[in-house]
């Protein structure tokens, strides 16, 4: 499965057919996406059915996440694996849902109710903000809050009314009890990059109208759904535990809104020792936690975006660099002995040929898109034999 080519849904619904019984019911799939960290906002797995084609980025992991999250959702509450109906479903809850700050959605969701549709629609969800140039040339970071999503989607299948004025109160809870978490603490740098993720992701709520003054706890007290209190107490947990300490403060903090959820004091303490667990085997690729200098900042985030175009491409790139001698005699020379000023404008043509005959590296010829081509030449040895249609279903199977 390739998510960032068209067709990905279609083929995780072919996928998913075979594999209906991962999870047996909601306890079953919260925790295995908490264990996949999609419950924290911070994407590092995927559901062990979906075979990617390609090592994927944060983004396409989000995606797959919320895919499988909301498709088992569906099954456990209305008892129905047809992905034809969960597909009709989630059109019609995200259309009441509302969400209009996304620009586009409309006119998505104008169209007939296809998976290409809503390919559109996940990535809409996915991605902060619509500007396809700052998503492509910034650090690509994905909505942190998708959650939230799942927890108003159940509620909706259960019958559940007004489901954006229940989205907007699962947000400020959510954004609450972060900020109330942060200020129980000795904030430091990664505290900061935090709460900045999760004030970015907000979608439902206008957080410069917010007061986060502890009068949230009210809410809080009255709440009686369980998943959505488990959320409440992991999401605590995630921010009093980032920085791998907990002091003594941050406990009473973390027992004392356990208990208002509800939960007994041994479900809090396996709450704190599951995202132990979590930062323990994941801290390495935790994006957040991560602080290296603007430049190295640019390079590694480039990088990563030229990477994933040329994996995306790669049988293209394959035919198109082979029918070009010079351009290849050139890229080798350049692995081993700096290349004249006239040889680099010779490839940089010669590239420039090329990415016009492949739309999705288009962006290579915006304005600026020449400072990315050293790291095009440098990735280019990693293009590796493939199929071109990622998403293409084998009809034998």
């Not at 499965?1 to 019911?25: C, T």
């Not at 993720?197 to 369980?226: C, H, P």
């Not at 809104?257 to 323990?280: A, D, M, Q, V």
């Not at 404008?345 to 016009?356: E, R, S, T």
């Amino acid at each position: 499965m390739n998510p960032s080519a068209s067709g990905w849904i279609d083929k995780f619904g072919h996928d998913v057919k075979d594999n209906l019984e991962v999870f047996n019911d909601f306890r079953n799939l919260y925790g295995g996406l908490k264990t996949s960290g999609f419950v924290y906002g911070l994407n590092i797995k995927i559901p062990g059915f979906i075979k990617p084609e390609h090592t994927l980025s944060e983004d396409e992991k989000a995606k797959i996440n919320l895919l499988t999250a909301l498709f088992f959702t569906f099954k456990l509450e209305h008892n129905n694996s047809n992905f034809d109906d969960f597909v009709h479903t989630i059109f019609q809850f995200y259309q009441e849902l509302n969400v209009s700050n996304i620009s586009f959605l409309n006119k998505i969701l104008a169209g007939s109710k296809t998976s290409k549709q809503l390919e559109k629609l996940i990535d809409s969800r996915v991605y902060l903000g619509d500007n396809v140039f700052s998503k492509t040339f910034n650090r690509i970071i994905t909505n942190s809050l998708l959650f939230i999503d799942v927890l108003t989607f159940k509620y909706y299948l259960n019958g559940g009314k007004n489901i954006r004025e229940h989205a907007q109160t699962l947000e400020y809870l959510t954004i609450n009890v972060t900020a109330h978490a942060l200020n129980s603490k000795e904030k430091n740098k990664t505290d900061e990059r935090l709460a900045q993720l999760f004030a970015s992701s907000m979608t439902f709520i206008d957080g410069e109208k917010q007061e986060f003054d502890g009068s949230y706890r009210a809410q809080l007290l009255n709440n009686s759904v369980i998943w959505e209190n488990h959320y409440f107490l992991d999401v605590a947990c995630l921010t009093v535990w980032e920085d791998k300490t907990l002091e003594y403060q941050e406990s009473e903090f973390i027992f004392g809104i356990g208990k208002n959820l509800g939960f007994e004091r041994k479900e809090i303490s396996r709450s704190l020792e599951e995202i132990t667990s979590f930062f323990e085997k994941n801290s390495a690729n935790i994006p957040f936690l991560k602080d290296p200098n603007m430049a190295i900042q640019f390079y590694d985030s480039m990088s990563k975006v030229v990477n994933k175009l040329i994996l995306r491409n790669n049988k293209r790139l394959q035919k198109e660099l082979s029918e070009s001698k010079e351009l290849m005699q050139l890229l080798s020379k350049s692995t081993v002995k700096d290349l004249s000023s006239e040889e680099k404008k010779k490839v940089q043509n010669h590239l420039i040929d090329i990415f016009k005959s492949i739309p999705s590296l288009a962006i290579f010829l915006l304005p600026g898109g020449a400072v990315l081509l050293p790291i095009f030449i440098k990735l280019i040895p990693k293009l590796l034999p493939s199929a071109f249609d990622d998403n293409r279903v084998d009809e034998k199977s």
